[in-house]
Each structure stands twice: as structure tokens, then as C-alpha cells.
């Protein structure tokens, strides 16, 4: 029997008008509008389709989205400049660097400057240790999605073995702590593979709920995965894949597919989320989460 489709896309929307409701009622109570910037630095296709998604959202739960496009030349002194006034400004609750930034930009001294408070991503060292203190401030937006896709239907992870394919600061790392935290959508038993991992392939197919995030287009094919299993496929892979076109003729067409071979896989496991329409959806909706949740925790000093 094919799997069920995990509708991410759908959830999101769900979650969206309840955040929307939760900005209106904090609006009404402040007079505060909830601030997000975003600051994209370059010319990254991905990023931009990516940022012009995240723009809209803002836009339609009633969140101010305070866009900063910046050219690929920007140093690194330069775009410190701009977190730290963007930190000093008490009128922007969240603070978002699209990922990745241009060689030449020190990655990680920027999102260290990033105030803690605002740090909507919560790539902030501080914010890291607190995830996995299980304190939290802000969740990471790409694993908090997938646990309330967990959640919200009604997949058990307590005492079900998790395998997370992909050991990344965004996905990877931070899903393993959610996975592995105290309480409702944790107190999974983790394993973390990567691309060093022996016999990744037997790990994977003890899993009761794989979360595929390493990057590589249809990685994970039926033959890893238990059946049954719950499979969630992070993977936003652009290919380039022969079609047979109306007159019977090969072409190459652009599609794009995730780190999960979804024709194969779908016959195996019990759940399954599709690419597009999954996980993407959900990561932009905990963002907005997160802006509201960040602007309640400064309003509220
Ligand atoms: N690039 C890919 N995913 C992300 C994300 O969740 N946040 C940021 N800032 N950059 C990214």
C-alpha cells in the first residue's frame, strides 16, 4: 500500500491563520507591529525565491517585513554594520541573514553578532546551547516545523527510533536535539548520519521516522527504509531530468526533487511528505512563529 502524504502545505496554511489571529490579538494589546528584517546579501537564486517567499508570509499574518537586499560585493564590515543597527533598533523584533552568504563574508562572525533576542533562526551560539538545554528562545525554524508536522499528526516519537540523515548547523544537528528533547514530538532514541557514516543504508532502515536532510538529489531509495516508517524529506535539489516529451522525444527538463526517491520510497514507507509542498512550507511558517514570539519577548521586558 503507498504511503500517506504528510501535507505540509496544507499545515502551514493552518498554522499561518492561527499565528495571523495571535498578531492581531498582540497588536490590539501593544499597538506594537511585529518587525522582521531580512537581509540578503547577493545574487543566490535560491536564496531569492527563498527571501521573496519568507516577504510574503510577513506580509499576509500582519508581520512588517523590513527587506535588506545587499550587493555580493558587501564585506564583511559593511553587513556587521547593518546587524548592529538592526540590533540597536527597537522597532525590528527579528533578525534574519539569509544563508548561504557570498565567499569573502565571514559567515559565523555574522551571525554572532546577531542579538540573541532577535535571532529568529537561532544560529546564535547562545540560542544553540539553549535549544539543547532544552530552554529554548526560539526553536530553529526547518526542525520546529517537522516536529509540529509530527505532532500536529498524531505520529508518536517517544521511544521510536529517529534516524536524521545530514549533520548540517540549519537541519541536521538541531532536528537530532528536537528529536531527542524531553516531552511531546521528542524522547526519540537519535542517530545522526552523515556522509562519513559506515552502512549508512542499514542504519536507515531501522528507522521509524527518517528525516532526510544531506543535500543530494533521490539519496535515500525504497532499499533504506523500513516499512512503515515515517519519511520526511527536507532536500530542495534542482536536477535536470529526461522526460519523453509528446512526440516521443527525450529531453532534459529542470525539476526539482528532494534527498528522498519519492516514487520508490512511497511504496515502502507509511508516511511520507512530497517535494514541494512538505517541509519547505512549515519552515517559513515557524519563522513567522518566531518573529511574533521575539516581539512578545522584547514587549514584554
Ligand atoms: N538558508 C537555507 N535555510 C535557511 C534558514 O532556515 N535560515 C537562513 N537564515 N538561511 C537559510
Known sequence: MAAQILDGKGLAQKIRAEIKVDVEKFVKETNIQPA??????GDNEASKVYVRNKEKACNEAGIKSLMYRLPAETSSEELL????SLNDDASVHGILVQLPLPDGIDEQKILDAIDPEKDVDSFHPENVGLVSQGRPRFLPCTPYGIQQLLVRYNIETK?????VIGRSDIVGKPMGMLLLQKGLGGDATVTICHSRTSNLGEIAKQADILVAAIG???FVTADMVKPGAVVVDVGMNKIKKEIVDENGEKKLVDKLVGDVDFDSVKEV?????????GVGPLTVTMLLHNALTGAKRQTAK
Open 269 to 277: 514507507a507509511g508516511w511520507i511528505t512530497p517535494v514541494p509542498g
Open 159 to 163: 521511544g521510536k527510533r529517529a534516524v
Open 81 to 84: 554594520k547593518l546587524v548592529r
Open 216 to 218: 543530494k538529489p533521490e
Open 36 to 41: 522582521l528584517a531580512v537581509v540578503l546579501v
